[in-house]
């Protein structure tokens, strides 16, 4: 092996060394050991050999991030990356560009086992037959974000940051986002006076760019369109108001809640961090009149888009409200409740909160959820509540990246 640079000492941001890399861990980093310490590795795949050049120490030096800079080694699953702006120093946004898209959702799928088995005491062999599951609407893993926040510099262009960097990279071009966004020519545009840029295309070609901060109320209106098997929705939103960002997600996301939780004609069910009410709406239809949903959100963007759909059904209902506050009420009162659906933010719903869902009793819990760790962690808790992992699936709804979305059913013991 070559031996160690001293550039400011061995451990040193600048250092290089050379590693032999391991296996893939959560947050789109693998892991390798250099006398004696871990290094958490980006840019690289398992079973190769690479230059690592050192980004940052973490804790007390126990451990190092470092970027692979040079491939000494290659894996068979390595590709080049199709975007000039991947790799070390370049746009944050892709981590996983060198990797085959297959290889993507297979180290994926790993992580997702790691986590809740290491998090959440779920046993291996639950998990044996989980894969990450392909979502329509992407290009092999490109062209698929409908919804793209930039960052701008001092001298007011626009553009994406470097990985857990403040600097501005100025580009033209963003091959995960679609046509469409790149179009706006949002992406390089000038936008002096503005901190930040989001640029939104909907299902019907329109596409809205609102530069932050903004004094203006009316930043105009999104349409999504949803369509699952016979079942269908259209949502008129604020741009600004959450929805996915793959084109395909949304009806994958609804479908799997569905097929998990089997509503009923007459069921009682709860939409939890319900932005819109994307799960709210299709539960339902699928509930009835004899039925009820309540949705509860807190931003009140999101649920101006559920209010303009629920004045025409009766049986459901949204509030603006803390998750945590408003189901207060709902136990206090012994509330009768079938379903419940939750789709957290990335840190996940917490302990007390998946402590209250378990005392409510619900006969199945559907939890949507973009970080893996986050839903562990939830899942050990409401298992010391009464209820266990039924089923979980897992979906590339963020193709070139090492997020994965997954949804969980939750029964009682």
Do not use: N
């Not at 310490?37 to 079973?47: D, N, S, T």
């Not at 992407?138 to 626009?158: E, F, I, K, M, P």
């Amino acid at each position: 092996m070559a031996q160690d640079s001293d550039v400011g000492g061995a451990d040193a941001p600048g250092a290089e060394f050379d590693l032999d890399v391991g296996a893939i861990a959560h947050g789109g980093h693998c892991v390798g050991r250099h006398e004696g310490r871990v290094v958490f590795v980006r840019h690289a795949l398992p079973g190769e050999q690479v230059r690592a050049r050192v980004t940052k120490t973490g804790s007390g030096k126990r451990f190092l991030f470092a970027d692979a800079v040079a491939i000494l080694r290659a894996s068979p699953e390595r590709v080049d990356p199709p975007c000039r702006y991947a790799g070390p120093g370049g746009c944050g946004g892709c981590d996983f560009q060198h990797v085959s898209v297959a290889e993507q959702r297979r180290l994926k799928a790993q992580v997702v086992r790691e986590q809740l088995q290491r998090l959440g005491s779920v046993s291996a062999a639950s998990l044996e037959g989980l894969v990450v599951e392909p979502v329509a609407g992407d290009r092999d893993g490109l062209r698929w974000r409908t919804r793209l926040s930039l960052a701008v510099d001092r001298q007011g262009r626009a553009g994406l940051h470097p990985y857990h960097s403040h600097e501005v990279l100025p580009m033209q071009d963003c091959l995960i986002a679609t046509e469409a966004v790149v179009g706006s020519g949002a992406l390089g545009g000038q936008f002096p006076g503005a901190r930040g840029v989001d640029v939104v295309a909907d299902d019907e070609g329109r596409v809205v760019v609102v530069p932050h901060p903004t004094k203006r109320r009316d930043v105009g209106v999104v349409r999504q369109h949803v369509v699952v098997g016979g079942w269908s929705a259209v949502f008129d939103m604020d741009p600004r108001a959450f929805w996915q960002v793959h084109p395909g997600a949304a009806a994958a996301l609804v479908g799997a809640v569905l097929e998990g939780l089997a509503p009923q004609v007459g069921d009682r069910a709860l939409d939890l961090y319900a932005g819109v009410g994307l799960f709210g709406r299709a539960l339902a239809d699928r509930v009835g009149p004899g039925g009820a949903v309540l949705m509860i959100e807190s931003d009140p963007r999101a649920v101006a888009g559920a209010t303009a759909w629920v004045q025409d059904v009766e049986h459901a209902e949204v509030r603006v409200d803390r998750v945590d506050r408003a189901l207060a009420p709902l136990v206090a009162g012994g509330d009768r409740v079938d379903l419940v659906v939750l789709d957290p933010p990335r840190s996940g719903a917490g302990v007390e909160l998946m402590r209250v869902l378990a005392g409510l009793r619900p006969r199945a819990i559907a939890y949507v959820a973009c970080d893996p760790a986050a839903l562990a962690r939830d899942l050990a808790a409401v298992g010391e509540a009464g209820y266990r992992l039924e089923s979980v699936r897992a979906f590339d709804q963020f193709p070139m990246t090492h997020h994965v979305e997954c949804v969980a059913l939750l029964t009682p013991c």
